[in-house]
């Protein structure tokens, strides 16, 4: 096996390049960049740290193991997947970009990350860690923002979709995805003017993961939807000035519906949902919606409590355990019931809590059938062991043994001691 070790210090594990500019690309050539010798292989591992900048080239489709190691760009993306590719990062290691208006991952792509800490510092350059303009789903690792001011951790979809020039903002055909997804299973993410902002035609689902944010100011959310986002899993917990978990809100009906779906998680703040209004009447959250199925919001003591008092953002919820006195005002067909340890969740109106008694009659049926059904096995396992030379423990053979020669039969059987 053979490296190249230029004088961007890079060496990875079964590839072999030339250096030109500081640009690896894996999986096809980039002109004035790299050489790709061995183009023909797709699993990568960092050999060393680097400070060279990963291109995912269209077509591809790799595998990069960070292997324990740092990349460490300046001024450019760390790691950028082309639409059209399809890449997957694994392992320990770190990847940060320093610099503004840069971010550790820029995913045009089809991008699966199952581990690595991916950071951002603001005070060397503000931007996002994550910006996503493809699809991403991240399964395991560590998203982290330190000294920051300004940026969200990560941003889901465009900031003005109809930017048609600038393709870190908008959308430019044949360099973005038009309607980026990112799923989220598991991980860390931590720090951030706002964890996760859903911008211009993103779609967001989270299914897991542990998301927390301490920010001086009122103004940011853990979650910031302008689209379309699902949680139905994960802990969310706000801290510093920051007491809101969640915002929802609509610019207009095309690429910022508006549309918060809640059906499950753990969240802790003073307040759920922000509402926020605007002067122009298609910019009003009054036309976002939040739908709440499920989730433990036990540690919350507002559900929403709205910006001015010109917005009344509907929320529509059929689910969920809130504190006692949480203010709540279930759907239509829905009714909140106390429950043990001085909650309440909401629940169909036809629910009726089992009582005491209904539990034990329960109780007194069961147990009967159960043993009754539990007989009907064993004396039917009793007559099919002789046939069968199925093993038997000794008191059921002893038993089964007797009935039979009773019957006149000779058995003979092992007994499994």
């Known amino acids: 096996m053979r490296f190249y ?6 060496r990875i594990a079964g590839l072999s390049v030339l250096v030109a500019v500081g640009a690896t690309v894996l999986g096809g050539k980039y002109a004035n960049a790299v050489t790709v010798i061995w183009s023909n292989m797709t699993e990568y591992s960092l050999a060393d740290d680097s400070t060279e900048q990963i291109v995912v080239k269209n077509g591809a489709n790799v595998k990069i193991n960070l292997n324990g190691k740092t990349l460490r760009t300046s001024g450019v993306d760390s790691v950028i997947v082309e639409k059209g590719a399809t890449a997957t990062i694994e392992g320990d290691g770190t990847v940060t970009a320093e610099g503004t208006g840069v971010a550790p991952i820029y995913n045009n792509g089809d991008l699966t990350i199952n581990g690595g800490t991916y950071l951002k510092d603001e005070s ?30 990560v941003d889901d979809g465009y900031y003005d979709f109809a930017n048609d020039k600038e393709h870190k903002i908008g959308y430019v055909s044949g360099v973005g995805q038009e309607e980026p997804t990112m799923t989220i299973n598991g991980g860390t993410f931590t720090g951030g003017a706002g964890i996760i902002k859903v911008d211009d035609n993103g779609t967001l689902t989270i299914n897991d993961g542990t998301f927390s944010a301490n920010y001086p100011k009122t103004d940011r959310m853990i979650i910031m939807n302008n689209h379309v986002a699902t949680i139905n899993g ?9 007491n809101t978990v969640l915002m929802n809100r609509h610019y207009d009906g095309g690429h910022n519906e508006g549309t918060l779906t809640i059906n499950g998680g753990s969240f802790v703040g003073q ?7 605007y002067d122009e009447s298609s910019h009003s959250s009054t036309d976002a919606k939040t739908i709440v199925t499920g989730g433990d919001f036990t540690k919350i003591d507002t559900v929403k409590t709205p910006y001015t008092a010109k917005t009344n953002m509907p929320v529509e919820i059929s689910g969920g355990t809130f504190k006692k006195d949480t203010e709540v005002e279930p759907a239509a067909e829905y009714k909140t019931i106390d429950i043990d340890g001085g909650d309440k969740k909401v629940v169909p109106k036809d629910y ?19 043993e009754e059904a539990k007989t009907k096995e064993s004396d039917a ?3 099919a062991a002789p046939n069968t030379g199925a093993e038997l423990d000794q008191g059921s053979m002893i038993s089964g043994f007797m009935a039979l020669l009773s019957a006149g039969l ?8």
Not at 132 to 147: A, C, Y
Not at 234 to 242: I, L, R, V
Not at 271 to 277: C, M
């Open 5 to 10: 070790r230029g004088s961007y210090a890079l």
């Open 124 to 153: 060397k350059g503000a931007y996002y860690a994550i910006l996503n303009h493809g699809n991403l789903t991240f399964n395991n690792g560590t998203v982290k923002m330190d000294n920051f001011t300004t940026s969200s951790l």
């Open 234 to 242: 994960g802990t969310f917990t706000t801290a510093g000035g920051m």
């Open 271 to 277: 307040k759920l949902i922000h509402e926020e209004s």
């Open 352 to 370: 009726v809590e089992p009582t005491d008694d209904t539990k034990k009659d329960d109780k007194e049926v069961t147990k009967p059938r159960a």
């Open 381 to 383: 396992a009793k007559i």
């Open 410 to 417: 000779a058995v003979f059987a092992k007994i499994k001691l």
